[in-house]
T-cell receptor
Framework: TQLLEQSPQFLSIQEGENLTVYCNSS?????LQWYRQEPGEGPVLLVT?????EVKKLKRLTFQFGDARKDSSLHITAAQTGDTGLYLC?????????????FGKGTLLTVNP | KAGVTQTPRYLIKTRGQQVTLSCSPI?????VSWYQQTPGQGLQFLFE???????NKGNFPGRFSGRQFSNSRSEMNVSTLELGDSALYLC????????????FGQGTRLTVV
């Protein structure tokens, strides 16, 4: 069974602070996606990383895929209250067929004004 | 382009009843997958349909079933509802067989009383 462990589970910070969220697995994934989910809504795709060592930036968010494609991190610079939400990582190694995403349990981020 | 549409948004059912949830994927997307989200277990994969065929199935009892129509719309059915089936049910669509990025609907909040 493939598992994705996310840490920390909860994070409460002040606006303007930096933070890093981790997503680790013992399994190799062909791609890994990060989502943000707000209460009562579905997850919204932020980024997909595919290549080991890949780094992608989305404004103040920086995503990194580990060299071995087993882990990933999300770094937020100068957090804003609008960044509040549940951050989920999800891995896929189906190559398309037998498709399913394996999700971590998420990091609940609260950014206080 | 319209996103993934799930109906209804909220449902309250009694133990022992059955329920049908509906999902309309993004136009042109042929894959629909379903996930159950609970506070304790996070997002768990139920099944995926591609071109009207179930391609993959998660570890859920046979009370959970689904189908996909020729227009790619999908329905999920849960029979003999149990209290533990209370959850947010999410539907996600992807474009084709080699696309691993999933786009989620807002979900259906099912409460079993």
């Amino acid at each position: 069974t493939q598992l994705l462990e996310q840490s920390p589970q909860f994070l409460s910070i002040q606006e303007g602070e930096n933070l890093t969220v981790y997503c680790n697995s013992s399994s190799v994934f062909s791609s890994l996606q990060w989502y943000r989910q707000e209460p009562g809504e579905g997850p919204v795709l932020l980024v997909t990383v595919v290549t080991g060592g890949e780094v992608k930036k989305l404004k103040r968010l920086t995503f990194q895929f580990g060299d071995a494609r087993k882990d990933s991190s999300l770094h937020i610079t100068a957090a804003q209250t609008g960044d509040t939400g549940l951050y989920l990582c999800a891995g896929d190694n189906s190559g398309g067929s037998n498709y399913k995403l394996t999700f971590g349990k998420g990091t609940l981020l609260t950014v206080n004004p | 382009k319209a996103g993934v549409t799930q109906t209804p948004r909220y449902l309250i059912k009694t133990r022992g009843q059955q329920v049908t949830l509906s999902c309309s994927p993004i136009s042109g997307h042929r894959s629909v997958s379903w996930y159950q989200q609970t506070p304790g277990q996070g997002l768990q994969f139920l099944f995926e349909y591609f071109s009207e065929t179930q391609r993959n199935k998660g570890n859920f009892p046979g009370r959970f079933s689904g189908r996909q129509f020729s227009n790619s719309r999908s329905e999920m059915n849960v029979s003999t509802l149990e209290l533990g089936d209370s959850a947010l049910y999410l539907c996600a669509s992807r474009q084709g067989f080699t696309n691993t990025e999933a786009f989620f609907g807002q979900g259906t909040r099912l409460t079993v009383v």
